[in-house]
């Protein structure tokens, strides 16, 4: 009884990249920017693969919302094993203005379309941090959700699942359909290797728009401006412990 | 099995240092209009540019300096390159290759190279040479012998030069005499890249030596062959982690199927697979630069002397700003000429002035970097020196530039 999963994929900033705020605060430069993968759907996507690789899962399904270029990203996760992908495509002030819950609806929309069994995601987004589209996700679908998963073990229609949580980690079980995010230490992803970017030209991408998933992607939220944080000041010298304890109760941090 | 380990800790979230991307800086290229720039890759050639751009960083990057001491490359890392399909980019699918374009592996050239010039000669020779000489010249079940293995695991290397013969290649004196279902080689392979870890030797011989270079042929000789004999290693200057070795062949029967191509014929294949090989080693060079370049003009933003950013000084303005145009020169001399190569149009003029540029280049910006570091850029702990001396060899090996030079003066005859 293999399963099928979806894994969303989204095309964020590089990791590498020096992030700038626009000069008239209404976002970050994206323009001619590297992106790439988010690390976290990378590890969601290698889990995917394994599972695969296991005999556990059956059929990958990569999915991507934003506009053409994340058909790249998409690609990438082709060749990194995945069998076919969906695009979501959104556009221009659509796209600035996607917001997590719109997200959510469409990944849970295509899950449902797609009848799978597990919505693999990372735990969030390098670019945003919000930490919040599998959880909503799993709401939206009334599905169980195991969120920062370190380890993923799935046997008859349930998933064994250790999370990591503040005081350490915690092991959970939870019956499929579920939906899981990703942690850093689940795995270590693979790099996509050249035959099989040669293979990844063959298999199919949809496309599709939120409107053919039924769903309304008005954001519900306004940004009103973006700032850097603010300078790092420099310290002081103190010259002894006494000085050191002085100093900081004169900040009243003592 | 190699520690794949990659580190996606907030840390790296907060990392200053710029991953320079493929792409001109501050250029739109989700631009609707068709991009005829020598910059127009196909999605999988740019997919193939970032990954291993990414490897060489993460896999390779670290191995570096260790692998030059020790003079040779990591067994595991070798490994993972072959598993990469990186060892063979544009053999066909049917062969067990990778099965994309030329120009592809000649960018998996200069993402290696940028990281690791040693690594970057292992990629360029079975890319560029070995692979291309089995893949013209072979027979069908030749092809299906070597091209697997060497897409999975067999290094290859390839034997022609000798201590009385470099530039005057053809007049080698390895002779190959045929007797019955056998060819017997004696004589003796100088400078043989990789000779150390190789598994199949392609080997230039002389089947008949009053034919002169009429009478060169090409042979397929495996590293068990009895009387093949690898000899001692050079200490060289450079390249350290590749090993490079006297090959020596004493009354080493070789089956007369290994005969690769037809005889007589074999400096045509050499000259042929030569200027292919050209491009291979301009896109070394290039990446060679670029990798200097890319561990200097950082530092030379944050060095602070008389109160500046020492970039901040006309001076090294200048030199920095001249130096970048030159590459981007090479780049698009090397890019062009393996566009051409693509294309099946002529591209040997091409070729020959990428490598003649792309070397001499290479020694300059590398010893220009090695100034901008100040004294750092004398220190080994700083990777400016390697480059320094990996590129000294760019000048000398595939042709010298005084043959690139003749090569390209004689198309220029023929076209006036």
């Known amino acids: 009884m293999a399963i099928r999963i979806l894994v969303g994929v989204k095309r964020a900033i590089d990791y590498a990249v020096k992030v700038q705020v626009k000069t008239d605060k209404t976002g970050v430069v994206t323009e001619g920017v590297k992106h790439s993968m988010n690390p976290f759907d990378e590890i969601a996507v290698e889990e995917a693969i394994r599972l695969k690789e296991k005999k556990v899962a059956q059929e990958i399904i990569a999915v991507s919302c934003g506009p053409t270029q994340c058909q790249e990203t998409l690609r990438t996760a082709l060749a990194l094993g995945a069998d076919r992908a969906i695009h979501v495509e959104i556009n221009g002030k659509d796209y600035e203005t996607l917001q997590p819950l719109a997200i959510s609806k469409l990944i849970a929309a295509v899950a449902k379309k797609e009848s799978v069994d597990l919505v693999l995601l990372g735990k969030q987004a390098i670019d945003d941090d919000c930490n919040q589209t599998g959880q909503m996700v799993a709401g939206l679908l009334s599905w169980p959700q195991a969120l920062f998963a370190s380890k993923v073990d799935i046997k008859d229609k349930k998933a064994e699942v250790m999370r990591e949580i503040d005081g350490g980690s915690e092991t959970i079980r939870v019956k499929l359909p579920a939906v899981i995010t990703t942690d850093l230490r689940l795995n270590q992803p693979r790099f996509a290797n050249l035959p099989s970017i040669q293979k990844a030209k063959k298999k199919p991408m949809a496309k599709m728009s939120p409107s053919d998933l039924g769903v309304d992607i008005k954001p519900h939220q306004e940004y009103l401006s973006y700032e850097e944080p603010p300078k790092r000041q420099g310290g002081g010298r103190v010259s002894s412990v006494d000085e050191l304890i002085s100093k900081l109760k004169e900040k009243g941090l003592v | ?416």
Request: charged share 25%; with cysteine; hydrophobic share 35%.
């Open chain 2, 1 to 416: 099995m190699i520690n794949l380990r990659r580190f996606i800790s907030t840390a790296q979230l907060l990392r200053t240092t710029k991953f320079n991307p493929w792409v001109p800086h501050k250029c739109n290229m989700s631009s609707t209009v068709v991009n005829q720039s020598l910059y127009n890759f196909s999605e999988e050639e740019k997919l193939i540019k970032e990954t291993v751009a990414r490897f060489g960083k993460e896999h390779v990057e670290p191995h570096v300096r260790q692998m030059e001491e020790a003079g040779g490359y990591k067994p595991e890392l070798i490994q993972a390159i072959f598993d990469q399909g990186l060892m063979s980019v544009d053999v066909p699918l049917e062969y067990g290759g990778s099965g994309q374009t030329f120009f592809s592996s000649i960018l998996v050239i200069e993402e290696m190279s940028r990281i690791d010039a040693s690594v970057g000669l292992l990629l360029d020779l079975q890319n560029t040479l070995l692979n291309r000489l089995i893949l013209s010249c072979g027979t069908e079940e030749q092809k299906h012998d070597y091209l697997p293995r060497m897409a999975k695991n067999l290094v290859a290397s390839f034997c022609l030069s000798e201590p009385t013969s470099g530039s005057d290649a053809f007049a080698l004196k390895t002779t190959a005499k045929k007797q019955g279902d056998y060819y017997v080689l004696n004589g003796t392979k100088m400078w043989i890249s990789n000779a150390e870890i190789s598994g199949v030797y392609l080997v230039m011989a002389n089947t008949n030596p009053q034919a002169k270079h009429k009478g060169i042929s090409t042979f397929i000789v495996d590293r068990e062959t009895e009387g093949l004999r690898i000899g001692k290693r050079e200490n060289k200057l450079g390249l350290k982690a590749s090993s490079t070795c006297m090959v020596h062949f004493d009354d080493c029967k070789v089956p007369a199927k290994n005969l690769l191509g037809k005889e007589g014929e074999g400096y045509k294949y050499a000259i042929s697979m030569l200027n292919e090989g050209r491009i291979g080693i301009g896109a070394q060079m290039v990446g060679i630069c670029q990798g200097a370049f890319d561990k200097t003009i950082p530092y030379t933003k944050e060095r602070k002397q008389f109160g500046q950013r020492i970039f901040d000084f006309q001076g090294m303005q200048h030199q920095i700003a001249s130096l970048a145009t030159e590459i981007e020169a090479a780049r698009l001399l090397t890019y062009n000429a393996a566009r051409l190569r693509d294309a099946k149009l002529p591209f040997v003029k091409q070729a020959a002035m990428a490598k003649l540029y792309s070397s001499e280049l290479a020694g300059k910006v590398t010893s220009k970097c090695i100034d901008f570091m100040g004294g750092l850029g004398f220190s080994c702990e700083y990777p400016q020196e390697k480059f320094f001396r990996d590129c000294k060899v760019g000048t000398i090996y595939e042709g010298t530039s005084n043959m690139q030079l003749n090569t390209i003066a004689k198309f220029i005859d023929s076209e006036y």
